[in-house]
């Protein structure tokens, strides 16, 4: 069974940090583009970041450049979002999913396949 399951979401204040994990079973992740995404209320879900399977394209939407980014740890077969400088407009539900893929990642998350079930992250004094 394919599984993807988010964890280390919470409460943190403007300008603090937090590092979320994608743990996946049921298949590697090795060979598989991740990308991050998030939901807040009343609003679509988006992509954030992403990493391509080789770990050599990574892709950053605008609002989250120089603040958030992505790893990969293959032998653990999880992937990680780093957010630092956090702002309250980065509350949100944050999802990881995973997609075949070869070269560049893609925001797009009608292409990704694969889901976890969400962390909440909320940023507020």
């Known amino acids: 069974q394919v599984q993807l399951v988010e964890s280390g979401g919470g409460l943190v204040q403007p300008g603090g940090s937090l590092r979320l994990s994608c743990a996946a079973s049921g298949f590697t992740l090795h060979s598989r583009t991740i990308g991050w995404f998030r939901q807040a209320p009343g609003k679509e879900r988006e992509g954030v970041i992403c990493?391509?399977?080789?770990?050599?394209?990574?892709n950053t939407v605008d609002s989250v450049k120089g603040r958030f980014t992505i790893s990969r740890d293959n032998a653990k077969n999880t992937a990680y979002l780093q957010m630092n400088s956090l702002k309250p407009e980065d509350t949100a539900l944050y999802y990881c999913?995973?997609?075949?893929?070869?070269?560049?990642?893609?925001?797009?998350?009608?292409?990704?396949?694969?889901w976890g079930q969400g962390t909440q992250v909320t940023v507020s004094s």
């Open positions: 999913a995973a997609r075949l893929g070869i070269g560049s990642c893609t925001l797009s998350t009608r292409l990704y396949p694969y």
């Open positions: 990493i391509s399977s080789s770990g050599g394209r990574i």
